[in-house]
Structures are given as structure tokens and as C-alpha cells.
């Protein structure tokens, strides 16, 4: 019984055939040779294996991540080792640390410089989302309050090896993205986020409206709906007042809460 | 051992008792407690000046304050002014103790500076004067620090609360039954922890800033040869060289620095607030971010100050483990900053990479015991928390005898002779010691201008009497120095861990009897009176108590009302106090010398800001 042996090459070209667009022909002698693979695929390739982070080193996390870039675990086996201090150059902000009020503006200004493709990983409890110090007051709970934020890694701080994980996420992230949807070849989309600024206290200019309603009040309701301050008599009273959207806040929040309950 | 090892204030001068001689003195403090001297706050210069000139009190450790508002114990009856200022001072001669200073001051008032007698209280009146609101007369440059101009409120004042919470202390499972706590947070319309007040218009808001820091500085240094204009520079918060957020503005004229003034607060993480708020217990794991290199010694620091507070013996093998802990974390610091002043060089990398090799083998020895690399919250109150793993002393004796020796021998090979270090080195950043004393700068910074000051000799604390080992000083004051000293320092922990890792009681037994947190193992309750189990309550009173943290001089300042939570909790950072030498040390030289001034001050933004 003779079976017939497999034509290699005829299958590949049958697997390759949606690819090829009936243009293009690799000759019988060069099939040993050419590659024939996607634009996404080597498009997406070069980016992972040459993605340099922002040298930005926020806090305690910042130690982890300096670690992760030594000798023992070598950031350099990943194409990752050129850390730049410019964010014109790199790819990748790493939020290593707590992100404090005072910071934060200057986050989002470097955010807003680094050139797309940009990625952003929120390493750690406190860039996640503030961490053991999330309740103080110049403590911002997360920085995914203000700029999109692709891969979060718990831990206080994460291990070298977390980190990696996480990056190694990052590249996965690329892998899947398509030049063709890519929000960076669009037309009219700019992802400029909007600085926050630092008034009394700090305040996203997106929510300037959302302020006003509460301190621009009459005193009398004002004073009730606000905390903090110097004075006693500024924060007396819990928020009694609330206007509608803190309602649908408080709402959500119940929601959330039942549902963690549940779950 | 005792934690009471630290000596106790000097009470007897050449004069007679101190109470008596000191200019404005009211009274003292109980004597159950760290004894603080009263003074009336018009007359706390006259004290300051006597201390320092009469009794060679030389060094202004700490000023800090403390809000008395809504405190009901005994240690305050009879006085109605709301905040205290405290100051603990410490000769740098005589070592010893501390003695300890109150000026008691009503709200909204202001109480002379003391910079003009101790330049080094500049960055601490601005903090106090920031998170406090107290005005100090005098001082040269009285802006907030931490915080941002216009901040809305002075936050460590007792009537002062965050928006996250709004409530007096942690909001506890217990004290809410249905468990469904919801946060102050999630009630505000903008959803984050933020507060604005009443009539507070964001369109129309103005920074009131009125004040640029350097613009002061003189136009040239010495005879102008051209007519040129010095620009402002500023470095930071985001630059690869301030080691994290830290700010620098610069006045140069050509590349020579006329002018330089810190910023900081880009990390201010409101520790001190959290921790008026924590059980003293749960303040343990947050004093690890202090100064993120070294948690063992932070923990050390704080858990000193608790059991000086409490009276809790510590059993002698957990000093040992003390010991061993806190001097692998000072090789670890000091092989660190070799590298990245290395690094502030130009040096990049390759020698950060060779110096911090080690670092990671000591690592896996914390995380053995302590289940985490960097954060390792050890020590408890009354030793430390679970004893060393089996096999762990072998390990720790095979680096100490092998590896770190040679590490050190590699490190002065590669790069003591070098030809780039001496010629950045030598001679740049120079501050004579007497500055630098009067600038409260401690730690490697002073040693290597000669002062022969550690506390693990000045005032001993731990068993590190028991150790052979000497206080390296080096002469010159320079970038060269710097780098030395911490080299030196390295090779005598190596020493201290090499008599400790021999002579630890009980070996390598584990579980033996003595080890462990005498706390934890007996319970707070049986030693504290308190609710059992964790909640330890101090009696009423106030401690001071101080290590030789691989920075300088760590400090934790706690007063307590008797209650589960610290009525005050202050660390004194040697970090932040070191920044004060950093304007007067760059002045006169290069930008990019400043670079490496500030690399060899050797900070950590974590216990810069708090
Ligand atoms: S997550 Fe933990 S280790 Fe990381 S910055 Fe925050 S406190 Fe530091």
C-alpha cells in the first residue's frame, strides 16, 4: 500500500493563500528562503522586541523596576534594556509608584509627549490604585484617574518577575492590534489628555462645571456640601446637599458595593 | 536587653540642673516620659543660644509641632495654647542624649525662626509652617514645601480632613455592622479625594505665586569679566538625575551655579497624617516606604521609639537579628549609591550593575525571613517578628566572609584610583564640618568632613556596644570623600556582621526560646493593659528615639494620649535635613556638578517627602 507523500510545499501555499492576495508567487527555488507573513505580524514584531520604557521612576516601585533592568533579571532579553529619559523616544511608561497631586501634572504633560504608539503600565498597589497611601491628601488613587492605562500589576511593590509578567502583557497587548484599526493612523484622533491643574486642591479641567455646582452654591448649602479647610466651621457638616450627579454617584457606588457583596 | 540602653537626657550641667539655668523656662514635663523642657515661645532663642553655646548643644536634630487641639490628658492641664513647637537637640561632641525643648504657642501666632542660630532648621520651619500654619518670624524664605502654594488648609492640624474618609480615625469594620462603609469619596460629585472650598472658583483661580526662588541670587560670582545674564534652570521633577521626583532651580551664569533651591513634595505621601490615624502596629509596614532601600532600619527606628515609649524588652537574639538585619541594609544602601553616584557621573550603568550585584543576594536572605525583598516589615515592638529560617545563618555567614568582602575589593579596584572620579571628585561640593553641623546634615555627609559622629557610638542603642568596629572619617568634605566613606562604612558593616552572624545566642536553632517579638509572643494585652491581640496602648507621653540609618540620623518623634493611635507621629528624615547643605554645597560650582552633589548627599524621595 503506497500512501502519497505529502506535497510540503503545496500545502503551505494552500495555507498561505489568504495572505497572498493571488499577487504575489515566492519561485520553487527560493521557497527555502523568503517568509511570507503579514505586515500586523512583522509590524507588531518589531515594536514588542524594541519597546523602550520611559526612565521615570515615581517611588518605591521604582526600586523593583531598576532591579528588573539589572543583571539577575535583565529587562535586556526582551529588547527592553534601553531606558529613556526623554518621552519623545519610548514606547512605554512604566507608573512605578505612588502618584501624588503634585505630580500628577507633570504625569499627564509627559504622557501627552511621548509619541504614539505609547503604552502605559501601572506598576504597583499605588499606581493601580493608591495603594497603602490611597486615603492621603495629596495621594491620587491610581493614575488611571487621568490617563488610559493598558496593563496593571498588583503588588507592593511587584516582584521583578511580576513586572515581567505584566510586560510580557504589554507585548501580547501589541501582538493583537491591527494597523488597520489603530487609533494612531486615524484621522482627527489625537489622545491629548487634558492637564490637571492644582488649585485649592487639584482639579481635572474636564470637571471644572461639576466643581462649580458644589462651591458656587449659596454659602449656607455650600459650606455643608464641602470638607477639609482650615477652619473648623468650613467642614461641619457632612455632605447634606448633594446635587444630582453625586446622587447617581452614590448610586453606582451602592451598586458596586452590593454587587462585590454578592459576587 | 533593654531598649532603654539609650541614655537618658543629661539633666545635670556644669551649673546645675538644667530647669534652672535655662532662659524662659516654665517647667518640665513628667518624668515618666521623654522630659521636655517648657519654654515660653518669646523666649525659645535665649535657649536655643544657651544650649548651644553654654552646653555645647550643637546640633538642631529636629523641630517639629504638635497640635494639642481636642487632646484631653494630664500632660497638658494647665496649658491652653493649642500647638506646641518641639525641638530636640544633641551635641555632636559630648554624644549622649537629647535634650528636648516645647514652646508652647496659641493658634494663628508665630514664634521666632531659629535660623539664625541653626541655619539647618530652614527646611523643617517650612514644613512645620506648611502642614501646621505656624508663622516663624525671621525666617529667610517661608513658602510651603510639601505642598503646593495655594493648598487649601494646613493638613496636620487636628481639625483638618481628608475627603477620602472625614473621620477622626480609620473607619473600621466594627464601627460600621452592616459593613457596608462608604466612603466620603464616593458621596463627592467629583469622585476623587479632593476638597475644594466654599466660593473656590476653578475658572477664575490664580496660583499666588509671588516668589521665585532664586531670582535673589547675586547677578555674578566675585568680578564680572563680561557682561553676561544668568538664566534660570530647573532640573526635574521628571530628570534621569534628581533619583526620583525632585526639583532643582537653578541660577547659573554660564555653567557656574549662583543659585540653587530644592523643591520637593512630588512624593509627599501624608505619612505622618496616616499614621495620627493607624494603630500603632499598623504604622510598622508604612515606616518600609520611608526610605525604600533600607526598611529594616526604618522598622528599627520606629519600633525603638515605640519600646522606649512602652518600656517593652527586646530578648537578645532578636537584637542580634536586629543587628545583622540593619547592617545588610546599610551595605545595601551604601553599594547603591556608590553605583549611581557612578552613575551622576556619567558612568552609566556599568558600575550601578556591578554594585548592586550583591544586592540581590541579601534580598533573597530578607525575603527568606520576611517573605518580601524590599518591604519587609520585621520588626516588631519587643524584637522581631517570626525567627530566622533554618540554614539561614549559613547563608548570611558564606556572604558576609566571602562574598560581600570581595564585592568591596572589586568595587575600591574599579574604581578608588580612577582617574574620572578623582578629577569630578576631588575638591567639588566642599562644606566645612561646622556648616555642616549647623546645617543638622548627619549621617556619611559629616563623616566624611571629619566628624567622627555615629549613633551606634554616640549614643548607642541595640547591642552595638558589644561589636568591635570603628567610625571611618575621612578629611576633605568632597564628592571623592563621599563616595569613600560609604565604602569604608560597607567594609566596617561587614565587620559588625561577621562578629554578630558568630556570636548570635542560640545559632542555629530555630525556634529558640528567646527569639521573637516579646509582644507578639506574649500578646500586647498581658504587657499593655490594652484590648489584647494587637492594640497596644503606650501610656501617655512622648518619645524620641533615633538610629544610624545608613542616610544619618532616623528619628521617630511619638506622642501619645494613651489611645490605640499615635496623638503624634513625626519622623525627623535625615534625607529632607541633608537637603538643606544642598543650595550652600553647589554654589560656585558647575551644573553638572550639582548633579552629583545632590548623588552624593545620597537621598531617597521617600523619606525626603514622607
Ligand atoms: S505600591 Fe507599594 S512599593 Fe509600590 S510605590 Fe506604592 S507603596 Fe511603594
Known sequence: ?263 | MSATLVAEAPDQTQTGTLADVLPGVLGTTSDDTDKAYLVAADKILDALAYLRDKEGYDFLSSVTCVDYQGYNGKQRKGISERFDVVYHLYSTKKGGGHVVLHAPIPSNDTIASATSLFPGANLQEREVYDLYGIKFEGHPNLRRILLWDGFNGHPMRKDWKEAYFDEDSKPFRSRHPKGSYEFHEDKLPWGKNATYPAGWDPDTWQAPVAYVPVSQAPKHLGEAHLDTESIVVNLGPHHPSTHGVFRMLTRIEGETILALEPEMGYLHRNHEKIGERNTYLMNMPFTDRLDYLNSMSNNWGYALAVEKLTGIEVPERAEYIRVIMAEFTRFVNHTWSIGFILNDLGALQTPALYAIEEREMILDLFEEVSGARLMCNYLRFGGVVRDLTAGWLTKARYLANDRLPRALDELDRMLTDNEILMARGRGVGYLPAEDLISLSVSGPMIRAAGVAYDIRKAEPYGVYDRFDFEIPTLPHSDIYDRYYIRLLEARQSVRILQQALADIPGGETVGFGDYASATLSQGFGSIMGGKGGYNLRPPEGEAYARVESPKGELGFYIASDGKPNPWRYHVRSPCYINLNALGPMSVGYKLADAVVILGAIDIVLGEVDR
Open chain 1, 1 to 263: 500500500m503506497a500512501t502519497v507523500p505529502p506535497n510540503f510545499p503545496e500545502i503551505k501555499q494552500e495555507q498561505l493563500k489568504p495572505y497572498l492576495h493571488d499577487s504575489i508567487v515566492v519561485p520553487d527555488e527560493l521557497q527555502g528562503n523568503v517568509l511570507i507573513t503579514t505586515l500586523d505580524k512583522v509590524y507588531n514584531w518589531s515594536r514588542k522586541s524594541s519597546m523602550w520604557p520611559l526612565l521615570f521612576g515615581l517611588a518605591c516601585c521604582a526600586i523593583e523596576m531598576i532591579a528588573t533592568a539589572a543583571s539577575r533579571y535583565d529587562l535586556a532579553r526582551f529588547g527592553m534594556e534601553v531606558m529613556r529619559p526623554s518621552p519623545r523616544q519610548s514606547d512605554l511608561m512604566i507608573v512605578s509608584g505612588t502618584v501624588t497631586k503634585k505630580m500628577v501634572p507633570a504625569i499627564v504633560r509627559i504622557y501627552n509627549q511621548m509619541a504614539e504608539p505609547r503604552y502605559v503600565l501601572a506598576m504597583g498597589a499605588c499606581a493601580t490604585g493608591g495603594g497603602p497611601f490611597k486615603e492621603g491628601y495629596n495621594v491620587v488613587s491610581g493614575i488611571d484617574k487621568y490617563i488610559p492605562v493598558d496593563v496593571y500589576v498588583p503588588g507592593c511593590p511587584p516582584t521583578p518577575e511580576a513586572l515581567i509578567y505584566g510586560l510580557l502583557k504589554v507585548h501580547e497587548k501589541v501582538e493583537r492590534q491591527s494597523i488597520l484599526t489603530v487609533p494612531w493612523y486615524r484621522k482627527d484622533q489625537s489622545e491629548f489628555v487634558p492637564v490637571p491643574r492644582l488649585g485649592a486642591d487639584i482639579f481635572d479641567p474636564r470637571q471644572v462645571e461639576l466643581i462649580k455646582e458644589t462651591t458656587m452654591k449659596k454659602p449656607v448649602e455650600a459650606s455643608a456640601a464641602t470638607t477639609g479647610g482650615g477652619d473648623a466651621a468650613a467642614h461641619a457638616a457632612g455632605p447634606k446637599a448633594v446635587s444630582g450627579k453625586a446622587k447617581s454617584r452614590m448610586e453606582e457606588a451602592k451598586r458596586r458595593a452590593a454587587a462585590k457583596r454578592a459576587g
